[in-house]
């Protein structure tokens, strides 16, 4: 058990007290933000910002820029879903949602072609952000990137596009969600943060529930109106 117990906290060995509580924190409200995504309550929103402002100081302090730039495009894209949710509630909390029409369709294929190329630009200059900005002894080339940063990149698209949807209120954001999360358990896995990937199994799960939990709803709002005599 000790050894199991040593294996999984490895990663933490040598890091200072606060920023492992930061980092449980910032996971912590990652999964309720999940959470009240799944349940369409705005509170996703300000419970997700302070995950993802946690996570940027944690990479701000590990000297990880690259990554740190895109959970800084994750808070701004949350503040701009907050703002469209509270002009869209049905409720207090709650908010009506959708799918996409073929022009919705469209501009999601455009945003995750961008999503994309911004992530691969920012990983391409990554060492050199991560180099205090600075070119003296830094290479920059594809050719220096190993599989995981192809992957990673990918994942990053793909969370940004369902993070989009989301603000837009679309069913499909899930679906991208799922695809991003069930890649990123194993690799996760692979880079040896267990911790990241069992999180990330949480969250596809959650992920899954929240698309059929969405679709039912969707189907009851539309049910009156198709029933309804033309």
């Given at each position: ?121 920012v990983y391409y200059f990554r060492p050199y952000i991560n180099h205090d900005f600075s070119m003296e002894g830094t290479e920059l080339g594809f050719k220096y990137f190993v599989w995981t940063d192809w992957v990673d990149a990918t994942t990053t698209a793909i969370f940004l596009v369902g ?68």
């Amino acid at each position: 058990m000790n050894l199991i117990f040593d294996w999984i906290f490895s990663q933490y060995k040598g890091t200072p007290t606060h920023l492992v509580i930061i980092e449980l924190l910032g996971g912590s409200f990652g999964l309720i933000s999940v959470f009240f995504s799944k349940r369409r309550n705005i509170w996703v929103y300000p419970t997700g910002i302070v995950s993802t402002v946690l996570y940027v100081y944690l990479l701000w302090v590990g000297r990880l820029f690259g990554d740190m730039l895109i959970n800084a495009y994750y808070t701004a894209m949350s503040l701009y879903g907050w703002i469209l949710w509270a002009k869209h509630r049905e409720d207090s909390v709650h908010v009506k949602i959708g799918k996409m029409n073929l022009s919705e369709t469209k501009s999601t294929l455009w945003l995750a072609l961008f999503s994309w190329l911004f992530v691969m630009f920012v990983y391409y200059f990554r060492p050199y952000i991560n180099h205090d900005f600075s070119m003296e002894g830094t290479e920059l080339g594809f050719k220096y990137f190993v599989w995981t940063d192809w992957v990673d990149a990918t994942t990053t698209a793909i969370f940004l596009v369902g993070m989009w949807l989301m603000a837009r209120r679309k069913i499909e954001n899930w679906l991208f969600w799922i695809v991003g999360n069930i890649i990123s358990v194993p690799l996760y896995a692979y880079k040896g943060f267990l911790f990241s990937s069992l999180i990330y199994i949480v969250y596809t799960l959650i992920a899954i529930l929240a698309y059929i939990e969405w679709k039912k709803i969707l189907y009851n709002d539309q049910a009156p109106a198709s029933a309804s005599p033309s």
